[in-house]
C-alpha cells in the first residue's frame, strides 16, 4: 500500500473517529479545542501505541547504536529535509532562506557525506525545516483548529491537508525505489526521532498533571513561533540597513 493510499485510509478512519465522539461528554471540554473528545480518543489509542510498540523500539535504538552513529542517522535525515524545505521556502517567496537552505543542502550532501556530518551549521548555515503548512499559514491560513491523527500524533487541520502533499510532491520518499528501502528509510526516521524524546520524558510527566493539554499546547506554541518567524523574515539580515526596525510581529489569531 502506498503512503497516499494509507493516508486516505488514514483520514476515513479520522473522519469516522470525529462523527462516533463528536456528541461525547467529557470533563476537559474546551471551546479553543472543538475536537476534543475525538482527539482525547486518538491521543489515548497513540500512547498505547507508543507504549507497546514505538518506546521499545526506540529505546532498544538507543541501547544498540552508539552516539556518532545516532548523530549521523539524526544529520541524515535533517538533510534530507532539506528538500522539501527548499521547495516550501520557494513558495514562501523566502529569497534569503531559499539560497542559505540550498546551499546547507549542496555542502552537506557532497562535503558532509550525504548529510551524515552536519558541516554547514559550522560555517553559519542554520537548519531550517519547512512545510506546506507554514507555507500555507503564511499566505493566509494561519488559524486552525487542533487535530490528533492516529499514528502521526498532534496536528491541525491545515497541518493534515499538507502532509499528504508534503510527502508526494516535495519529498524525496515517493522516488526511493525499491518500496521495501523506501519505507525501510520512513521506519528509520521515525525510529530516530522517537529515540530523541527518550530523554525529555520524565520532564513532561513532571511539568504536565494532563499530558494531552500538555502536548497540544506545545505543538501549537511551536507553530504558531514558526508562522511568526517565517513573517518576521522578509528582510534579508545581512544586508538589512543599521539601525532599522525588525518587522512587527503578524498576529496569527
Not at 29 to 44: G, W
Not at 92 to 114: E, K, M, P, Y
Not at 185 to 201: C, G, M, P, V
Request: with cysteine; proline share 6%.
Amino acid at each position: 500500500m502506498s503512503f497516499s493510499a494509507f493516508f486516505r485510509s488514514l483520514l476515513i478512519s479520522t473522519c469516522v473517529l470525529l462523527c462516533t465522539t463528536a456528541y461525547a461528554t467529557t470533563p476537559y471540554k474546551d471551546t479553543t479545542d472543538p475536537y476534543e473528545n475525538y482527539n482525547r480518543h486518538a491521543f489515548n489509542m497513540n500512547q498505547k501505541l507508543d507504549k507497546v510498540v514505538f518506546k521499545p523500539v526506540a529505546t532498544a535504538y538507543n541501547t544498540v547504536l552508539p552516539w556518532p552513529a545516532k548523530k549521523g542517522i539524526s544529520n541524515f535525515f535533517s538533510n534530507l529535509n532539506m528538500i522539501p524545505t527548499v521547495i516550501n521556502d520557494i513558495l514562501q517567496g523566502n529569497i534569503h532562506n531559499t539560497a542559505s537552505d540550498s546551499w546547507r543542502f549542496l555542502i552537506n550532501s557532497t562535503v558532509g557525506i550525504l548529510g551524515l556530518v552536519d558541516v554547514a551549521s559550522h560555517i553559519d548555515l542554520p537548519a531550517h525545516s519547512e512545510d506546506l503548512g507554514l507555507t500555507l499559514a503564511k499566505w493566509g491560513y494561519k488559524d486552525s483548529r487542533y487535530l490528533v491523527l492516529p499514528i502521526f500524533g498532534p496536528s491541525t487541520l491545515r497541518d493534515t491537508f499538507a502532509l499528504p502533499i508534503d510527502y508526494e510532491v516535495t519529498s524525496i520518499y515517493p522516488y526511493i525505489v525499491p518500496t521495501s528501502l523506501r519505507y525501510s528509510l520512513i521506519s528509520l526516521n521515525f525510529t530516530s526521532k522517537r529515540a530523541q524524546l527518550l530523554d525529555f520524558e520524565g520532564v513532561i510527566d513532571q511539568a504536565s498533571f494532563d499530558p494531552y493539554t500538555f502536548q497540544r499546547n506545545a505543538y501549537l506554541q511551536r507553530r504558531t513561533y514558526l508562522i511568526r518567524q517565517n513573517n518576521e523574515e522578509q528582510v534579508d539580515p545581512y544586508i538589512a540597513e543599521e539601525g532599522n526596525e525588525h518587522p512587527v510581529n503578524m498576529d496569527i489569531n
